[in-house]
C-alpha cells in the first residue's frame, strides 16, 4: 500500500512540472500550422477547419483545373497531335462484355479528357470496338452504343458542347489484343478518342 502510494504521489508530482506546450498557429487564424492547409491566410480572414479561407480555396481548385493533362491523340489522318508527340496516350474507356454502359471504375478516364478538352478547341471522334464474340450486326450496334454513351456522359456531366464530337461504330473490325484469351477480350471492348483532322 506504501509503496502504491508513492508511486502516485509521484506520478503527480511530475505531471506537475510537465507543461504543455500551445501548439504553433503562425497566421493567427485558430488552426494549428500542423493541420493548417494554408499556412499564410490574412489576417481576419474567416477559415475552415483546413486553415484555408474560401478564396484560397477557389484558387487552388482553379490552379487544378488549369493543369492541362499531357494527352497525345491520334489524328483521322493517322498523325499526332499534338505535333511534339512521339506516341499516342493509348486511352480508353473499357466496358463490360455486351454492355454499353460506363461503369464507375473508369470516371478518371472522363476526368482527364474532359480537362484536356476544356482547355483546347480540338474535336474529338469517339470510336466504338467490341470483342469478337457475338454477330457483326450486333457488334455494330453495340460499338455505336459504346461511342453514343461516352459523348453522352462528356456532354451531360461535364459541359462539354456536343459538336465537339462524332461517333462511329467499328463492331470488332480493328482489334488491340488477341481475341482467344479473354484478357484480350477486354482491352477489345472500347472507346478510343481520335483527334478528328481539320
Not at 47 to 58: F, K, L, P, W
Not at 82 to 109: G, H, N, W
Not at 168 to 197: C, D, H, W
Request: with cysteine.
Amino acid at each position: 500500500m506504501r509503496t502504491l502510494l508513492c508511486v502516485v504521489i509521484t506520478v503527480l508530482l511530475f505531471s506537475a512540472n510537465v507543461t504543455a506546450k500551445p501548439w504553433l498557429d503562425s497566421d493567427l487564424d485558430g488552426v494549428p500550422d500542423k493541420k493548417d492547409g494554408c499556412v499564410n491566410t490574412p489576417s481576419f480572414e474567416p477559415v475552415d477547419a483546413s486553415g484555408c479561407s474560401v478564396n484560397q480555396i477557389n484558387a487552388q481548385q482553379m490552379q487544378r483545373l488549369n493543369i492541362m493533362p499531357q494527352l497525345c491523340f491520334t489524328t483521322s489522318i493517322g498523325q499526332l497531335y499534338p505535333s511534339v508527340c512521339t506516341e499516342d496516350s493509348a486511352i480508353a474507356v473499357r466496358f463490360e462484355f455486351a454492355k454499353a454502359q460506363v461503369l464507375m471504375s473508369q470516371q478518371q478516364v472522363f476526368q482527364v479528357v474532359s480537362r484536356w478538352l476544356k482547355s483546347t478547341k480540338v474535336p474529338l471522334v469517339l470510336v466504338g470496338h467490341t470483342d469478337s464474340i457475338g454477330t457483326p450486326g450486333f457488334n455494330q450496334q453495340l460499338s455505336l452504343a459504346r461511342a453514343e454513351q461516352v459523348k453522352y456522359i462528356l456532354v451531360q456531366q461535364f459541359g462539354i458542347a456536343s459538336n465537339r464530337f462524332q461517333v462511329k461504330g467499328m463492331g470488332s473490325r480493328l482489334p488491340v489484343a488477341n481475341n482467344q484469351t479473354e484478357y484480350g477480350r477486354e482491352l477489345n471492348r472500347r472507346v478510343e478518342f481520335i483527334v478528328k483532322a481539320q
